[in-house]
T-cell receptor, first 116, second 116 residues
Framework: DTAVSQTPKYLVTQMGNDKSIKCEQN?????MYWYKQDSKKFLKIMFS???????INETVPNRFSPKSPDKAHLNLHINSLELGDSAVYFC???????????????FGPGTRLLVL | AQSVAQPEDQVNVAEGNPLTVKCTYS??????LFWYVQYPNRGLQFLLK??????LVKGSYGFEAEFNKSQTSFHLKKPSALVSDSALYFC??????????????FGTGTRLKVLA
């Protein structure tokens, strides 16, 4: 009964490959997010969806494409992986009104991506 | 400019002593402020937030934070530290995304080490 789950937990791949990370929340929340945490623990938002609609896209390369098939899922597909994509990617969700920016966010456990 | 600063990379405190983790912010308009904690190999967990009202906000695990508008600060405090409080702490403020909607802006994190 994990609230926000991500798969896979670890992902090791070669440069140039295409990979996907999946996220699911069972909290009934309207808003979901993808964050990137680099090796220095800096945490930055990448994307946010509110009811399957993209509302935040923060200067992320076009190689990254989020997809929200329904409001409980937000997947992240990455094309042509580069060394600099190595990071921990966190999914999060927040309740109705999450787009207001004042709702508590609930984070998944993270996906550790290593590009060789 | 919108930003969050956590001036200390690491804070060491003896178990049983009071602890403070510092955070200052810069945003236009009313500040909405948050503290999250990240345990090793885990996602972030919400501790507390300030939206409006009393400047002293109480949160999870005995933590509290004091909002000080004149000093633009939102320091995290706990009267008596536990070894289990050792973790990475993030301060966040509501800011504006490039799309015009709202987003969290996170500080760089402060590693808290509680010594037995």
């Amino acid at each position: 009964d994990t609230a926000v789950s991500q798969t896979p937990k670890y992902l090791v791949t070669q440069m140039g490959n295409d990979k996907s990370i999946k996220c699911e929340q069972n909290l009934g929340h309207d808003t979901m997010y993808w964050y990137k945490q680099d090796s220095k623990k800096f945490l930055k938002i990448m994307f946010s969806y509110n009811n399957k609609e993209l509302i935040i896209n923060e200067t992320v390369p076009n190689r990254f494409s989020p997809k929200s098939p329904d409001k409980a899922h937000l997947n992240l597909h990455i094309n042509s992986l580069e060394l600099g994509d190595s990071a921990v990617y966190f999914c999060a969700s927040s309740p109705r009104g999450g787009a207001s920016g004042i709702e508590t966010q609930y984070f998944g456990p993270g996906t550790r991506l290593l590009v060789l | 400019a919108q930003s969050v600063a956590q001036p200390e990379d690491q804070v060491n405190v003896a178990e049983g002593n009071p602890l403070t983790v510092k955070c200052t912010y810069s945003v236009s308009g009313n500040p909405y402020l948050f503290w999250y904690v990240q345990y090793p190999n885990r996602g972030l967990q919400f501790l507390l937030k300030y939206i409006t009202g009393d400047n002293l906000v109480k949160g999870s695990y005995g933590f509290e934070a004091e909002f000080n508008k004149s000093q633009t600060s939102f320091h995290l405090k706990k009267p008596s530290a536990l070894v289990s409080d050792s973790a990475l702490y993030f301060c966040a403020v509501r800011g504006r995304a490039t799309s015009g909607t709202y987003k969290y802006i996170f500080g760089t994190g402060t590693r808290l080490k509680v010594l037995a």
